[in-house]
């Protein structure tokens, strides 16, 4: 006999074998229907709660750490014993960052007013600060000006020049500048301009809008950092930045700022590092407690169902075995009931999650979660899984099944 004759025959004689097999599961679902609801109930629900905690497990850390990036910085450059940084020190962080981030550099110095005062004054780039810092209640803010040595139609000086153009110009010329609420009332309490100076050089400014915070930035006067620089011959001493990414992420990008930058002290955030890892923390461990109990109460009662089953069904398997069927047989058919139960459940329930996931997002963060396909197979899995640890115990009832016994009725 050939080998395709010899495959045809097997295949002829394992098919009826398979298409009775389904024809059985198909038969046990449709007869005890109530049950196979009941089970297939739970199981909807424990996959569809699975499906949104991993969807929201995912998408709630991403949105948390956005959220947390409005609070300002999480990392902070400073040169080293209180000097300047490089002037290039920015262009570094901008390299390290790679788009996974903001920084704004800040140069700090105390002037005096008119009349004498001592008021701190930072230079900073407005734009970067506005993303850096959004929780600053602003009024108006300033536009980045150009030099104000172009302003005032000046050149680079020559050794027998003012070697300060600034100081010349300056009374001429109005620097946009953000106000502190509490520095206002001393310096321009009319919202009038005025006069800094710093080591001899005068800054005339002009107010464009308040700060308010409710600490120190309440107390000090932003300008530029070009007019900064200009006016003081200093660079920023101070870099802040805002780096995305889990804890993992953010700790690998200050050792590449450490690396880059060696002329600067690279130090975390503690409050907004710590303040991150502590709700990240509790959301992770919330989601995955609830799912934890909803899906041991769903496995009670697929155990409860699947044991309803064989004390329901001691006739039909006794039957079976009297008619030659092994244990073996007799346990993989409950399993695959169990089985198909679980897939059929997480299949279901993993629409219904997506869903859940879907409708949480916008009620509690205003914002879409996105299904995450690849919480199938997971799902898939688990459920499968809950209902085959569910059948062990009715399959070690299955095995005392005694045909004589149940068939004589007693």
């Known amino acids: 006999m050939s080998h395709a004759v010899r495959d045809l025959a097997a295949s002829r004689a394992h098919g009826p074998h398979t298409s009775m097999?389904?024809?059985?599961?198909?038969?046990?679902?449709?007869?005890?229907?109530?049950?196979?609801?009941?089970?297939?109930?739970?199981m909807v629900v424990a996959a569809a709660v699975a499906t949104a905690m991993l969807n929201l497990y995912v998408d709630v850390q991403a949105k948390l750490r956005r959220e947390f990036r409005n609070y300002g910085a999480n990392i902070i450059l400073v040169g080293k014993d209180g000097a300047s940084l490089p002037s290039d020190a920015l262009a570094h962080v901008d390299s390290v960052l790679a788009g996974r981030g903001i920084a704004a550099p800040f140069g700090l110095v105390v002037a005096r007013t008119a009349d004498g005062q001592p008021i701190v004054v930072a230079g900073t780039d407005f734009e970067r600060v506005r993303q850096l810092d959004r929780w600053w209640s602003v009024s108006t803010w300033p536009e980045s000006p150009s030099s104000s040595v172009r302003q005032s139609g000046g050149s680079v000086p020559s050794e027998n020049q003012n070697p300060h153009p600034v100081a010349q110009d300056a009374t001429r010329v109005g620097h946009p500048a953000l106000i502190g609420v509490r520095a206002l009332a001393t310096v321009a309490?009319?919202?009038?301009?005025?006069?800094?100076?710093?080591?001899?050089?005068?800054?005339?400014?002009?107010?464009?809008?308040?700060?308010?915070?409710?600490?120190?930035?309440?107390?000090?006067?932003?300008?530029?950092?070009?007019?900064?620089?200009?006016?003081?011959?200093?660079?920023?001493?101070?870099?802040?930045?805002?780096?995305?990414?889990?804890?993992?992420?953010?700790?690998?990008?200050?050792?590449?700022?450490?690396?880059?930058?060696?002329?600067?002290?690279?130090?975390?955030?503690?409050?907004?590092?710590?303040?991150?890892?502590?709700?990240?923390?509790?959301?992770?461990?919330?989601?995955?407690?609830?799912?934890?109990?909803?899906?041991?109460?769903?496995?009670?009662?697929?155990?409860?169902?699947?044991?309803?089953?064989?004390?329901?069904?001691?006739?039909?398997?006794?039957?079976?075995?009297?008619?030659?069927?092994?244990?073996?047989?007799?346990?993989?058919?409950?399993?695959?009931?169990?089985?198909?139960?679980?897939?059929?459940?997480?299949?279901?329930?993993?629409?219904?999650?997506?869903?859940?996931?879907?409708?949480?997002?916008?009620?509690?963060?205003?914002?879409?979660?996105?299904?995450?396909?690849?919480?199938?197979?997971?799902?898939?899995?688990?459920?499968?899984?809950?209902?085959?640890?569910?059948?062990?115990?009715?399959?070690?009832?299955?095995?005392?099944?005694?045909?004589?016994?149940?068939?004589?009725?007693?």
């Open 189 to 410: 309490p009319k919202n009038q301009a005025f006069d800094l100076s710093f080591q001899g050089r005068t800054l005339h400014v002009t107010p464009t809008g308040t700060v308010q915070t409710g600490a120190a930035e309440d107390s000090r006067i932003y300008v530029s950092l070009v007019d900064f620089v200009e006016w003081t011959g200093l660079q920023p001493s101070t870099i802040e930045v805002a780096a995305s990414g889990s804890p993992e992420e953010v700790a690998g990008i200050m050792s590449q700022l450490t690396q880059a930058i060696p002329a600067g002290d690279v130090r975390p955030v503690r409050q907004i590092m710590e303040g991150e890892a502590r709700v990240l923390g509790k959301t992770r461990a919330t989601l995955l407690a609830a799912a934890a109990l909803i899906i041991l109460t769903a496995a009670l009662c697929v155990l409860s169902t699947l044991m309803g089953w064989v004390f329901d069904r001691r006739r039909d398997f006794a039957i079976m075995k009297a008619l030659g069927a092994s244990g073996r047989l007799l346990n993989g058919f409950f399993a695959a009931e169990a089985a198909a139960l679980g897939a059929t459940g997480a299949l279901i329930g993993f629409l219904v999650g997506i869903g859940i996931a879907a409708w949480i997002g916008r009620v509690n963060f205003h914002a879409p979660v996105v299904p995450r396909f690849s919480v199938l197979p997971v799902v898939l899995a688990g459920s499968m899984v809950v209902t085959l640890l569910s059948a062990i115990l009715p399959i070690s009832l299955l095995r005392r099944v005694q045909p004589a016994v149940i068939l004589r009725g007693e």
């Open 21 to 42: 097999f389904l024809r059985m599961l198909v038969r046990a679902a449709i007869l005890r229907r109530g049950r196979a609801a009941s089970a297939l109930f739970a």
